[in-house]
């Protein structure tokens, strides 16, 4: 079975410092990568996502990701973060087989003062 | 894109009772669903693969006759959380994937239900 480690629990930074957020998983097969961020009170909001192609992903609010295949990585990466990106971010990963789920990392928090 | 519609948001029930939750995809057909569980500041943690027509695929360490899930139609599946007790309480998340032939393609997201149990 598939799982997802996200090495950094709690990340503290100030406003326009650049953020890196790791994200490693175990499956030996083809995947399908994501990123979600949850902001307090909310649900789920999909940031980007990897299915095949060019492993730099962009996504929304200045994210982007590198698919490391030969490292099992996918991390999240953002040059200058805002107060506003203070949230929860989980990494997910599900085999690329239809009638599969996302397995979620156990998500970092990303306080980020003004 | 498409949209998958959970009902209720928020439901406070006694314990002892039993709550059903409903998800719909709006705009496609969801042969497979997904239901999630997450705890205050914790991960989602799949709960159950809930497969239309036939019995849904339960997470090792999951009761299945607590969370009986239905999947009668390719738009709705529902979760019932039977005989529920304040351990019960959390959040809980269905989930839909899209899929081109046997290849998947996006996944989509309930709003999520908020379940309290006194």
């Known amino acids: 079975a598939q799982s997802v480690s996200q090495h950094n629990h709690h990340v503290i930074l100030s406003e326009a410092a650049s953020l890196e957020l790791g994200c490693n998983y175990s499956?030996?097969?083809?995947?399908?990568l994501f990123w979600y961020v949850q902001y307090p009170g909310q649900h789920l909001q999909l940031l980007l996502k990897?299915?095949?192609?060019?492993?730099l992903v962009k996504g929304i609010k200045g994210f982007e990701a590198e698919f490391i295949k030969s490292k099992f990585s996918f991390n999240l990466r953002k040059p200058s973060v805002q107060w506003s990106d203070t949230a929860e971010y989980f990494c997910?990963?599900?085999?690329?087989?239809?009638?599969?789920?996302?397995?979620f990392g156990k998500g970092t928090t990303l306080s980020v003062s003004s | 894109g498409a949209v998958v519609s959970q009902h209720p948001s928020r439901v406070i029930c006694k314990s002892g009772t039993s709550v059903k939750i409903e998800c719909r995809s709006l705009?496609?057909?969801?042969?497979?669903m997904f239901w999630y569980r997450q705890f205050p500041k914790q991960s989602l943690m799949l709960m159950a693969t809930?497969?239309?027509?036939?019995?849904?695929?339960?997470e090792q360490g999951v009761e299945k006759d607590k969370f009986l899930i239905n999947h009668a139609s390719l738009t709705l599946s529902t979760l019932t959380v039977t005989s529920a007790h304040p351990e019960d309480s959390s959040f809980y998340i269905c989930?839909?994937?899209?899929?081109?032939?046997?290849?998947?393609?996006?996944?989509?997201f309930g709003q999520g239900t908020r379940l309290t149990v006194v």
């Open positions: 705009d496609f057909q969801a042969t497979t």
């Open positions: 809930s497969n239309e027509g036939s019995k849904a695929t339960y």
């Open positions: 990897y299915f095949s192609g060019d492993p």
């Open positions: 989930s839909a994937r899209t899929a081109t032939g046997i290849m998947n393609t996006e996944a989509f």
């Open positions: 499956y030996g097969g083809t995947v399908n």
């Open positions: 997910a990963v599900s085999p690329n087989q239809a009638g599969t789920a996302l397995i």
